[in-house]
């Protein structure tokens, strides 16, 4: 059976669409169907970002107009008719998916009391419980510099939930849980408990006293969630981006200075985050601000709104390409008033293209909500079918338990910059950057990510360089390796992080979006060695496939193994699927299937099948096998029955390189399935190679990944 949720609120700009978010990724991790479903939009004409955000959540696979209901015209037109669509059209979402979060409507151009009855009505009407959000703020501004929002106190929300459940009792809707957000963040408990002397005050006057418990949750006010960002400003002032980069438009906008005197006055005004509103015309103010933009002596701009519709000369824009500066300079046609005007007025969207908002509102929800009460509440069990989603979210979890320290030595990649800020507010990890630390930390203020809680340490920084060249040239002191040879080759990034790792300075690294396999694992041979036992490094790829994930190796380090090779990758694979949580059954893989075909490739693998059985025989390993024998159970029956791994394999050891590598892509094409990986095996402390066409997800997992792997090294 379906469970849904329906969330709604009171009043607009309440923060519904960030606990939106952090329901649908709640229920992600337990269900491996999450549909969405807005039963009232705002038109048909324009898209719902709301729900444009939320569909674009890996959990969910539904097409934008399936999962709308009606519009307000509709509602207006015919209440009950529109009811009626409403209910068929969720009973068509509802057949696809396992859980649905229902989002109520908006208030944004209604704003009336009856919103919230009719929202209730429609949510009695769904059969879903209703997750009520209460606005902690008396004035719904934009941020503390756009504008002015003042935080109600513990008894005015008290108030508002009096009568929001009130409204809710009256059209019969059931209350599933009541979350107060944007609350003062000093008071938070103070909040929760005034909503939860009204919450139990109308369970008893509505009879309900012998029911299940409502939870009550508060979440604190994040300027960074309601503030604008430049791409809004943007779209507000109807402008045209017309220099600096693209990328930065996400950055959140914390403030406005209307440049209307001359420079030497504009200059002192500059605020941290803030659009400056310069006239087109007023070319020397703009070339000032772009100056002290990039001096690193004035507060760091969100961007420039050049109004007024005048051209720039054709020597200032020399000037400013000459520059260089990638901060986003607007232009718009407006006068200044209606351009400050429009920018104070433009609300913060928690959208999918910014990943800063994205993770601060997931970050926020993970830290104050909690999300196993509410998943089991709406009676979701952990299924026992895992989606490569609910796998990821396993990692991540995994990582929490115990963080460690991973250190990122390519902190001039955006990639690395951006997959670090997500780590460091979803608790992934501790991390530490390799990069000049001005650089590192300007371009990360510029991208409008937080990486406050990372250290940024430079490669060259003398005192670890010294430390580590002395340690350097001790370890290849055998190949005649000098002091002042190792003092510049550790300067070298790759170096440098894997000396951090051997000496206790990080737990881990993830490396390789700008730098090749070789250049990352080749000090790790040098520096960190194998592990005890252990004669090869090696590789896997956890594969998440639809129901389940599986290991594969070796995909990427070892081209033609030997049966002694090919045993050790066997035992460090099925220590590294015990790591992640996967019951190890090996599959040796051949062309032939026990003692149905013989060759030197078959007499290899069974080989290396005695030698797993003599080195760890508590191991549950078959082979030589074939693939179909070891993965499929009608073919193991007729293939090998009676055995404990043919048909039910989770670990598959290829022969060679070629054949691994090979495998794997066409499965992750073919079958759709999740490659993470490679996950690097065998070494004494880990150190991960990236693919240089990593996604920001792709470094994500693979930092928790390395710290889950960290987390089972020996100190």
Same mark, same amino acid.
């Given at each position: 059976m379906t469970q849904s949720?329906? /969330?709604?609120?009171?009043?607009?700009h309440s923060g519904k669409s960030s606990v939106a978010l952090g329901v649908l990724d709640a229920l992600s991790r337990v269900t491996p169907r999450a549909g969405v479903f807005r039963p009232i939009a705002r038109s048909i004409a324009e898209r719902d970002y709301v729900l444009e955000m939320l569909l674009d959540h890996d959990s969910v696979d539904l097409a934008y107009d399936d999962c709308v209901g009606v519009t307000y015209d509709d509602v207006r037109d015919d209440a009950d008719a529109a009811l009626a669509r409403i209910v068929e059209r969720y009973k068509a979402v509802e057949a696809q998916c396992d859980a649905v979060v229902i989002i109520g409507s908006d208030y944004t151009d209604?704003?009336?009391?009856?919103?919230? =009855?009719?929202? %209730? +009505?429609? %949510?009695?009407?769904?059969?879903?419980?209703?997750?009520?959000?209460?606005?902690?703020?008396?004035?719904?501004?934009?941020?503390?510099? @756009?504008?002015?929002?003042?935080?109600?106190?513990?008894?005015?929300?008290?108030?508002?939930?009096?009568?929001? *459940?009130?409204?809710?009792?009256?059209? +019969?809707? =059931? @209350? $599933?849980?009541? *979350? &107060?957000?944007?609350?003062?963040?000093?008071?938070?408990?103070? #909040? #929760?408990a005034s909503v939860r002397h009204v919450v139990d005050a109308a369970a008893v006057v509505g009879g309900t006293?012998?029911?299940?418990?409502v939870p009550v949750w508060a979440l604190p006010e994040d300027r960074f969630l309601i503030a604008p960002s430049v791409r809004g400003v943007l779209r507000s002032v109807e402008g045209e981006l017309i220099k600096g980069d693209p990328a930065l438009l996400t950055r959140e906008v914390l403030g406005v200075v209307v440049a209307g005197m001359s420079m030497v006055n504009v200059l002192p005004r500059l605020k941290e985050s803030a659009v400056v509103v310069i006239p087109a015309d007023r070319t020397e103010v703009l070339l000032a601000a772009l100056l002290a933009n990039a001096s690193g002596t004035f507060p760091s701009l969100?961007? /420039?709104?050049?109004?007024?519709? $005048?051209?720039?000369?054709d020597a200032i824009v020399r000037l400013i390409d000459g520059l260089g500066s990638p901060l986003p300079i607007i232009a718009t046609d407006l006068g200044t008033y209606d351009t400050a005007v429009r920018i104070m007025n433009t609300r913060g969207r928690l959208a999918a293209d910014s990943q800063h908002r994205y993770d601060t509102a997931l970050a926020l929800f993970e830290r104050h909500i909690d999300t196993e009460l509410l998943t089991s509440e709406l009676g979701l069990a952990r299924p026992s079918v895992v989606t490569p989603l609910m796998f990821e979210y396993g990692l991540v979890d995994r990582a929490r338990t115990d963080r460690r320290r991973i250190v990122l030595p390519e902190g001039t990649d955006d990639r690395v910059l951006r997959a670090a800020a997500t780590v460091l507010s979803r608790g992934i990890a501790d991390l530490t950057i390799l990069g000049e630390p001005i650089e590192v930390r300007g371009r990360?203020?510029?991208?409008? *990510? !937080? @990486?406050? !809680?990372?250290?940024?340490?430079?490669?060259? !920084?003398?005192?670890? #360089?010294?430390?580590?060249?002395?340690?350097?040239? +001790?370890?290849?002191?055998?190949?005649?390796?000098?002091?002042?040879? &190792?003092a510049d080759t550790v300067t070298d990034v790759s170096y440098f992080g894997t000396l951090m790792v051997h000496l206790g300075l990080a737990d881990g690294m993830v490396s390789g979006a700008a730098h090749t396999t070789a250049h990352t694992i080749r000090p790790a041979f040098e520096i960190i060695k194998?592990?005890?036992?252990?004669?090869? #490094?090696?590789?896997? $790829?956890?594969?998440? @496939?639809?129901?389940?994930?599986?290991?594969?190796? !070796?995909?990427?380090?070892?081209?033609?193994?030997?049966?002694?090779q090919l045993a050790d990758i066997a035992v460090s694979s099925a220590a590294t699927a015990e790591q992640f949580g996967i019951a190890p059954r090996v599959a040796m893989l051949s062309y032939s299937t026990g003692e149905s075909g013989t060759g030197a490739d078959v007499e290899k693998v069974r080989t290396a099948t005695a030698l797993v059985r003599e080195r760890a025989p508590e191991l549950l390993v078959e082979g030589p096998i074939q693939y179909d024998a070891a993965a499929d159970a009608a073919v193991a029956r007729a293939k090998m029955p009676g055995s404990a791994v043919a048909g039910r394999a989770t670990v598959f050891v290829f022969p060679d390189l070629n054949t691994g590598n090979n495998t794997y892509k066409a499965v992750q094409r073919s079958a759709g399935?999740? =490659?993470i990986g490679p996950v690097l095996q065998g070494l004494n402390k880990p150190i991960n190679d990236l693919s240089r066409g990593a996604l920001v997800d792709d470094i994500v997992n693979t930092i928790a990944i390395t710290a889950i792997q960290a987390q089972g090294s020996p100190e």
């Open positions: 949720i329906y /969330i709604t609120s009171a009043e607009g209604v704003g009336s009391p009856a919103e919230l =009855a009719y929202n %209730a +009505r429609i %949510a009695a009407n769904l059969g879903a419980p209703v997750l009520l959000v209460l606005g902690g703020r008396a004035q719904q501004g934009h941020s503390e510099t @756009l504008g002015l929002s003042v935080a109600r106190t513990p008894q005015e929300v008290g108030q508002i939930a009096s009568l929001a *459940i009130s409204e809710l009792q009256h059209e +019969r809707a =059931a @209350l $599933f849980a009541v *979350i &107060a957000n944007r609350a003062d963040a000093d008071r938070l408990d103070e #909040v #929760v006293t012998e029911q299940r418990t969100a961007g /420039i709104v050049l109004n007024g519709g $005048f051209e720039l000369p990360a203020i510029e991208l409008g *990510i !937080d @990486l406050r !809680d990372a250290e940024v340490l430079s490669p060259f !920084d003398a005192v670890h #360089v010294d430390k580590f060249a002395t340690e350097y040239a +001790r370890l290849r002191a055998h190949k005649g390796v000098t002091y002042a040879q &190792a194998t592990a005890p036992g252990v004669s090869v #490094v090696s590789s896997v $790829f956890l594969m998440a @496939l639809a129901d389940r994930v599986l290991v594969y190796g !070796d995909c990427a380090v070892i081209p033609d193994p030997t049966s002694e399935a999740v =490659a």
